[in-house]
């Protein structure tokens, strides 16, 4: 079904497109999500974030718009992130004082895999300047 709807209108769901003027803004409908990852990685479920798949992230309510959805830190990438800051900071001195800042968090996925692995308080700030 989803390929029906990606050549009905003409388009493949690659970077490209996901970024265009006209594109970059919407919200991306479930079959958008996976389109995407089917053109750029053959896979259906490649935008896993919080550690859910898209259909059950969508299903729950979170919705991601098209450069998001594509510029959106992957679990498995959030995950080797979140060790490593997490040796990071076991390696330190105690008394060290640490900052983790995501400057492209538009889903946050970099900092929730982070958060995961240290336990830490977490602030977001999100802006588009």
């Given at each position: ?96 004082t640490f900052a983790v800042i995501d400057p492209f968090a538009g889903s946050c996925n ?20």
């Open positions: 079904m989803s390929a029906q709807h990606a050549d009905s209108r003409g388009h493949k769901y690659d970077r490209a497109f996901l970024l265009s003027d006209g594109k970059r803004n919407q919200v991306m409908e479930l079959w958008e999500v996976q389109q995407f990852g089917i053109d750029s990685f053959s896979d259906p479920e490649y935008v896993c974030i919080y550690g859910m798949s898209p259909t059950e992230w969508y299903r729950r309510g979170v919705r991601l718009l098209a450069r998001t959805t594509l510029e959106a830190v992957r679990d498995r990438l959030g995950d080797m992130i979140g060790k490593d800051v997490a040796s990071v900071i076991h390696n330190s001195p105690p008394t060290t970099g900092l929730w895999g982070t958060a995961r692995h240290e336990s830490m308080g977490a602030v977001t700030w999100h802006s588009h300047c």
